[in-house]
């Protein structure tokens, strides 16, 4: 792929750091500033959301009958690079439109596409994932929520922990069992859950991080035959192409990129010896390889099911990095060189990475979980080392 920037790109870049300039977008980021000095664990990000998809940016990669501006999805992710620049926080988004919504386009039907996803790209509707249970992370395929048939549709069941966001998002995307099968990969199913419904409890589990995980109790809610994905009990095999969307990396690059350049940005030509330059370069290019593993990923995004390797790969090394780089940030600014030179608002977002650190390598599979899933493709003969000539990559 080319790595360079098409002129499309930079014509976007540019049109977003217009649009954070505009009024709209102005005071909902300065209304974020505030809730963030005022010490709010999660302040609400909606408005600015909104604010950001009145120009059809929330979710640029979608066709213009969903809301979005149809563009590559490597266009869309320099406006979502742009857009974390201009201090857009993007949890939300990610889960919603990255995750859910790109998911939704793929393997949703028509009804379900129409449905959800302009209501998605316009910040009027917000999704979450609810596969993790209590005992039942990596091993994904042991979950024990259920649906059972009631009707003209399904009640579900259970207990889904760790998820994120999920007090401000209106559906959860949840994976549980419908069935039994010769092995445990079968009889699993998805479907899109209205989180207002009654029987839903949603309540914070304790972080160290700034985002609060979430618990959700599903006692016997009803959702329509029409919100299940795909066909009743094979939803295994597309919730691993769900996992593949998320982990294109370009979350964990985003954040390393912030956590290098806030680190850098409190060093002087005084404060910097030899041994931090080296060390100031080793981590540089891990965060470009970081970024241009994403990219990478991205651009396959659109032309079938991703790859599950090359995400694993990129999942690995981002979060892998990402997290290196918040605790190198911490050695350098905590205890080597001191806070000289760094601002307080640059100290505040390298405090907050510090925290998150430990996360980003369990969140959306853990990194042993995707060296696993690298070494067992090793028997395939399409990648380099593997069975066969490994010419094709
Ligand atoms: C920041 C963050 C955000 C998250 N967001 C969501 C979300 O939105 N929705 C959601 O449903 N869940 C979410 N999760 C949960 C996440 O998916 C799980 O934490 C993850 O799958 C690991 O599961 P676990 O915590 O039960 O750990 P376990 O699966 O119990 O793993 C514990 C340790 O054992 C290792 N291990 C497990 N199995 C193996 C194996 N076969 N071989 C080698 N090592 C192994 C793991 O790598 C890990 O180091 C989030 C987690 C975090 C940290």
């Not at 993007?90 to 995750?99: A, E, G, P, R, T």
């Not at 990396?249 to 954040?255: A, E, N, R, T, W």
């Not at 090359?310 to 911490?330: L, N």
Request: net charge negative; with cysteine; glycine share 12%.
């Amino acid at each position: 792929m080319n790595f360079g920037e098409s002129d499309a790109e930079r014509g976007l870049r540019a049109e977003v750091r217009e649009v954070l300039r505009t009024p709209p977008v102005r005071g909902a980021l300065d209304e974020l500033a505030r809730a963030m000095a005022a010490g709010e664990r999660e302040p609400d990000v909606r408005p600015l959301y909104r604010a950001i998809a009145a120009h059809r940016l929330f979710a640029a990669s979608w066709p213009e009958e969903y809301g979005g501006r149809g563009v590559s999805h490597l266009e869309a992710a320099a406006v979502i690079e742009e857009l974390v620049r201009g201090g857009m926080p993007d949890m939300l988004q990610v889960l919603s439109v990255q995750i859910v919504g790109l998911f939704l386009l793929e393997a949703g039907s028509p009804a379900q596409k129409a449905r959800y996803l302009p209501a998605l790209a316009s910040g009027e509707m917000f999704a979450t994932v609810l596969y993790t249970e209590p005992e039942v992370g990596s091993d994904l395929a042991s979950l024990r929520a259920t649906a059972v048939r009631d009707g003209e549709g399904y009640r579900l069941s259970g207990t889904k922990v760790f998820g994120l966001k999920s007090g401000m998002s209106d559906i959860g995307l949840c994976a549980v069992r419908t069935g039994t099968g010769t092995t445990k990969y079968e009889g699993i199913s998805l479907f899109l859950v209205d989180l207002h419904a009654d029987g839903v409890t949603r309540g914070n589990i304790a972080s160290l991080a700034d985002e609060q995980y979430d618990r959700v109790e599903l006692d016997g809610v009803w959702v329509g035959a029409d919100t299940l994905l795909g066909a009743e009990g094979e939803g295994w095999s597309l919730l691993t192409r769900c996992l593949a969307i998320e982990r294109t990396g370009l979350d964990y690059s985003l954040k390393a990129a912030r956590w290098y350049d806030a680190t850098l940005s409190g060093l002087t030509a005084g404060t910097a010896d030899d041994a931090l330059l080296e060390e100031a370069g080793r981590y540089g290019a891990a965060v470009d390889a970081a970024r241009l593993l994403a990219w990478n990923s991205i651009s396959q995004l659109g032309r079938g099911p991703l790859d599950p390797t090359s995400a694993a790969i990129a999942k690995y090394h981002t979060s892998e990095t990402a997290q290196q780089v918040a605790y190198w940030a911490a050695l350098v600014h905590g205890h080597g060189y001191g806070l000289r030179g760094l601002a307080p608002g640059k100290a505040a977002v390298l405090e907050a990475g510090y925290r998150e650190g430990p996360g980003l390598t369990l969140s959306a599979g853990t990194s042993e979980m995707m060296l696993e899933l690298v070494a067992s493709s090793f028997d395939r003969p399409d990648v380099i080392g593997g069975a066969g000539d490994g010419s094709r990559v």
